[in-house]
C-alpha cells in the first residue's frame, strides 16, 4: 500500500491542477499545483518511480483537461493524453538525476524545452501549456509579451520548483533569485505594454449563427448568417463569418457567391468555407472587398481530422475508415493568412492554428492591425474545449501586442486585448449555441512592438541554453 501512495496522491493533485485551466479560474493553483508532486517524488527513492507517478500525473491531467475530445474520438483520446503524459514522466525522471543544486536551474531549462518540443513534434499540440492557467489573470499572463507562452510557463514551473527546493532542501537563495525575476518581468511587461489608439478603429461585427456543422445542409446554413449580416445597419469595416459557415465549396455556389460580392460593396465579409483547387480541398478564408476576392488557405492542418498521417500504409487507412467510416484528405495551404483592408492589414488564424505562437508571430512580419480566428468548434458540446479554444486568444495578443478577435460558430466568440483582457458574446449566461452579433472596436495597435515578438523564441531558447551550460561547467 505505501508503494502505490506516490501514484495515488499523483492522480489527485494532477486532477486538481485542473481547476487552474479553463473555464475554471482557479490560476493560483498553477504556481503552487506541482509542489506536492516534488515532495513526494523526492522521498522515492525508486528511479523508475519518478517516472511512472509523472507520466500517471500527466496522463490524468490530460485525460480530465482533453475530455472533450472524446466526443470525436472515442477512448481513442486517452493515447493523446498518454503520450503527452508521457513529456510529465520524463521531466519528473530526469530532474531528480540532477544534484539539488541543479534541480531549480536544470529543472527550469528541461520544462521549457520540452514545451517546445511538444510544441513541433508531430505537427505539435501545445493545447494547455502550464501557461494557459492565467488566462484570466492579466497581472501574470502580460509577462507573454516579453517570454512567450512557452516562457511563462517554464517560469510558472521554476516558482514551483524553487517552492519544492524550500520546503524540503532549505534552498531559501533560489526561491529568492525566481521571485526577483517573476517581479522584475512583470514590471518590464508592464512598461512594455502595447498603447493602442482608439482615435482610429476598426469596427468589426463577428456574427455567431449558432450553424455551420459539416454535414448540415449549406444553403440553409448560409441563410442564418446572410439574415444576420443583413441586419447590421451601423457603420461597418469589416463583419466576419466563422469557419465552415458555409460548410461546402463556396466557390461552387453562383448565388451565395453573388450575394457576398455584391454585399461586399456595403462592408467587407471575410468568411470560413472550403475551396478546390487542381483536385485539392483546402480549408479556407475568403474575404469579399468591393467585388474582389481574396482567399487563405490553413496552413497548419488538425491531424486525423482534416488529414490522417501514415494514411499511404494500407493498414492505417484500412484501421481509420473502420473507426472513422471514412478518409479526411484536406490539403494545406502555402500562401499568406493576410489580408488587406483598404489601408489596413489583418492576419486570419483558421481554428486550431490560434494555439501555435509560431504562426502569429510568423504573421507579424507584415505587421497586421489586428487577428481574426475564424473556428468551428461546435463538435466540442457543452465542454471545456470552447473556453480553452478561446484562451489561446489572449496570449497570441499578448504576444503580439495585436487585438484578436475570435468568430465561432457556436461559440465562443469574442476578443481579446494585447493587455490580456477579453469579452465576449453572450446571452443570458449562456455563451455556447447562441445565435448573435458582437461589435467590436478594434483601436490601432500597429506601430508597437512586444519583446516577445521581436527577440522571437529563437532567442529565448538561446538564453535557456546558455543559463544550463553555464550553470552545470559552475557546479
Same mark, same amino acid.
Not at 243 to 268: G, H, Q, R, T
Not at 269 to 279: F, K, P, Q, R
Not at 377 to 405: C, K, L
Not at 411 to 436: M, S
Given at each position: 500500500?505505501?508503494?502505490?501512495?506516490?501514484?495515488?496522491?499523483?492522480?489527485?493533485?494532477?486532477?486538481?491542477?485542473?481547476?487552474?485551466?479553463?473555464?475554471?479560474?482557479?490560476?493560483?493553483?498553477?504556481?503552487?499545483?506541482?509542489?506536492?508532486?516534488?515532495?513526494?517524488?523526492?522521498?522515492?527513492?525508486?528511479?523508475?518511480?519518478?517516472?511512472?507517478?509523472?507520466?500517471?500525473?500527466?496522463?490524468?491531467?490530460? =485525460?480530465?483537461?482533453?475530455?472533450?475530445? $472524446? %466526443? !470525436?474520438?472515442?477512448?481513442?483520446?486517452?493515447?493523446? *493524453?498518454? /503520450?503527452? +503524459?508521457?513529456?510529465?514522466?520524463?521531466?519528473?525522471?530526469?530532474?531528480?538525476?540532477?544534484?539539488?543544486?541543479?534541480?531549480?536551474?536544470?529543472?527550469?531549462?528541461?520544462?521549457?524545452?520540452?514545451?517546445?518540443?511538444?510544441?513541433?513534434?508531430?505537427?505539435?499540440?501545445?493545447?494547455?501549456?502550464?501557461?494557459?492557467?492565467?488566462?484570466?489573470?492579466?497581472?501574470?499572463?502580460?509577462?507573454?509579451?516579453?517570454?512567450?507562452?512557452?516562457?511563462?510557463?517554464?517560469?510558472?514551473?521554476?516558482?514551483?520548483?524553487?517552492?519544492?527546493?524550500?520546503?524540503?532542501?532549505?534552498?531559501?537563495?533560489?526561491?529568492?533569485?525566481?521571485?526577483?525575476?517573476?517581479?522584475?518581468?512583470?514590471?518590464?511587461?508592464?512598461?512594455? =505594454?502595447?498603447?493602442?489608439?482608439?482615435? $482610429? %478603429? !476598426?469596427?468589426?461585427?463577428?456574427?455567431?449563427?449558432? *450553424?455551420? /456543422?459539416? +454535414?448540415?445542409?449549406?444553403?440553409?446554413?448560409?441563410?442564418?448568417?446572410?439574415?444576420?449580416?443583413?441586419?447590421?445597419?451601423?457603420?461597418?469595416?469589416?463583419?466576419?463569418?466563422?469557419?465552415?459557415?458555409?460548410?461546402?465549396?463556396?466557390?461552387?455556389?453562383?448565388?451565395?457567391?453573388?450575394?457576398?460580392?455584391?454585399?461586399?460593396?456595403?462592408?467587407?465579409?471575410?468568411?470560413?468555407?472550403?475551396?478546390?483547387?487542381?483536385?485539392?480541398?483546402?480549408?479556407?478564408?475568403?474575404?469579399?472587398?468591393?467585388?474582389?476576392?481574396?482567399?487563405?488557405?490553413?496552413?497548419?492542418?488538425?491531424?486525423?481530422?482534416?488529414?490522417?498521417?501514415?494514411?499511404?500504409?494500407?493498414?492505417?487507412?484500412?484501421?481509420?475508415?473502420?473507426?472513422?467510416?471514412?478518409?479526411?484528405?484536406?490539403?494545406?495551404?502555402?500562401?499568406?493568412?493576410?489580408?488587406?483592408?483598404?489601408?489596413?492589414?489583418?492576419?486570419?488564424?483558421?481554428?486550431?492554428?490560434?494555439?501555435?505562437?509560431?504562426?502569429?508571430?510568423?504573421?507579424?512580419?507584415?505587421?497586421?492591425?489586428?487577428?481574426?480566428?475564424?473556428?468551428?468548434?461546435?463538435?466540442?458540446?457543452?465542454?471545456?474545449?470552447?473556453?480553452?479554444?478561446?484562451?489561446?486568444?489572449?496570449?497570441?495578443?499578448?504576444?503580439?501586442?495585436?487585438?484578436?478577435?475570435?468568430?465561432?460558430?457556436?461559440?465562443?466568440?469574442?476578443?481579446?486585448?494585447?493587455?490580456?483582457?477579453?469579452?465576449?458574446?453572450?446571452?443570458?449566461?449562456?455563451?455556447?449555441?447562441?445565435?448573435?452579433?458582437?461589435?467590436?472596436?478594434?483601436?490601432?495597435?500597429?506601430?508597437?512592438?512586444?519583446?516577445?515578438?521581436?527577440?522571437?523564441?529563437?532567442?529565448?531558447?538561446?538564453?535557456?541554453?546558455?543559463?544550463?551550460?553555464?550553470?552545470?561547467?559552475?557546479?
Amino acid at each position: 500500500m505505501k508503494s502505490a501512495l506516490p501514484f495515488i496522491l499523483s492522480i489527485a493533485f494532477a486532477a486538481i491542477l485542473c481547476f487552474a485551466f479553463p473555464p475554471f479560474s482557479c490560476w493560483f493553483i498553477a504556481w503552487i499545483g506541482l509542489v506536492p508532486l516534488f515532495l513526494i517524488l523526492d522521498n522515492d527513492k525508486i528511479h523508475i518511480n519518478k517516472f511512472i507517478a509523472g507520466l500517471v500525473s500527466g496522463f490524468v491531467f490530460h =485525460a480530465i483537461t482533453l475530455y472533450w475530445i $472524446s %466526443s !470525436v474520438a472515442g477512448v481513442f483520446y486517452l493515447f493523446l *493524453a498518454l /503520450y503527452l +503524459g508521457f513529456f510529465w514522466g520524463i521531466f519528473f525522471s530526469l530532474i531528480f538525476s540532477f544534484r539539488v543544486e541543479l534541480r531549480a536551474v536544470i529543472g527550469t531549462s528541461l520544462w521549457y524545452f520540452l514545451e517546445i518540443i511538444l510544441q513541433h513534434l508531430f505537427t505539435g499540440f501545445p493545447w494547455v501549456f502550464i501557461s494557459l492557467s492565467q488566462w484570466n489573470f492579466p497581472l501574470a499572463a502580460n509577462m507573454a509579451s516579453i517570454i512567450g507562452s512557452a516562457g511563462l510557463s517554464t517560469l510558472i514551473v521554476s516558482i514551483n520548483i524553487s517552492i519544492y527546493l524550500m520546503l524540503k532542501h532549505r534552498k531559501f537563495i533560489q526561491f529568492l533569485s525566481f521571485l526577483l525575476i517573476l517581479v522584475l518581468l512583470n514590471i518590464v511587461s508592464s512598461m512594455n =505594454a502595447v498603447r493602442c489608439q482608439h482615435n $482610429s %478603429s !476598426v469596427k468589426i461585427f463577428a456574427i455567431q449563427g449558432n *450553424a455551420g /456543422y459539416f +454535414g448540415q445542409d449549406p444553403w440553409g446554413t448560409f441563410e442564418k448568417y446572410r439574415d444576420l449580416t443583413d441586419s447590421i445597419k451601423k457603420e461597418c469595416d469589416l463583419a466576419v463569418w466563422p469557419e465552415s459557415s458555409y460548410p461546402s465549396i463556396v466557390e461552387n455556389d453562383s448565388e451565395v457567391l453573388k450575394y457576398l460580392i455584391e454585399k461586399s460593396y456595403d462592408f467587407p465579409i471575410l468568411i470560413g468555407s472550403m475551396s478546390a483547387e487542381n483536385g485539392s480541398i483546402h480549408n479556407s478564408a475568403f474575404l469579399f472587398n468591393r467585388g474582389i476576392l481574396s482567399r487563405y488557405d490553413k496552413s497548419h492542418l488538425v491531424p486525423f481530422g482534416e488529414y490522417v498521417p501514415g494514411k499511404k500504409f494500407s493498414f492505417v487507412k484500412k484501421a481509420y475508415i473502420r473507426i472513422a467510416g471514412g478518409i479526411p484528405d484536406m490539403k494545406p495551404g502555402k500562401n499568406s493568412g493576410v489580408f488587406n483592408l483598404n489601408s489596413k492589414k489583418f492576419a486570419v488564424l483558421i481554428c486550431f492554428e490560434n494555439i501555435f505562437p509560431e504562426i502569429a508571430q510568423k504573421n507579424m512580419q507584415y505587421n497586421p492591425n489586428f487577428f481574426v480566428t475564424i473556428t468551428n468548434d461546435s463538435w466540442y458540446g457543452h465542454s471545456f474545449g470552447p473556453y480553452q479554444h478561446f484562451a489561446h486568444n489572449i496570449f497570441r495578443a499578448i504576444e503580439t501586442g495585436r487585438y484578436v478577435i475570435q468568430v465561432s460558430t457556436t461559440g465562443i466568440t469574442g476578443y481579446a486585448t494585447p493587455n490580456g483582457k477579453f469579452d465576449t458574446l453572450g446571452k443570458n449566461g449562456e455563451k455556447l449555441f447562441i445565435r448573435g452579433i458582437q461589435e467590436i472596436d478594434v483601436p490601432e495597435c500597429k506601430n508597437k512592438k512586444t519583446i516577445y515578438t521581436l527577440a522571437g523564441e529563437t532567442t529565448i531558447a538561446m538564453i535557456f541554453l546558455l543559463l544550463t551550460g553555464a550553470y552545470l561547467c559552475k557546479n
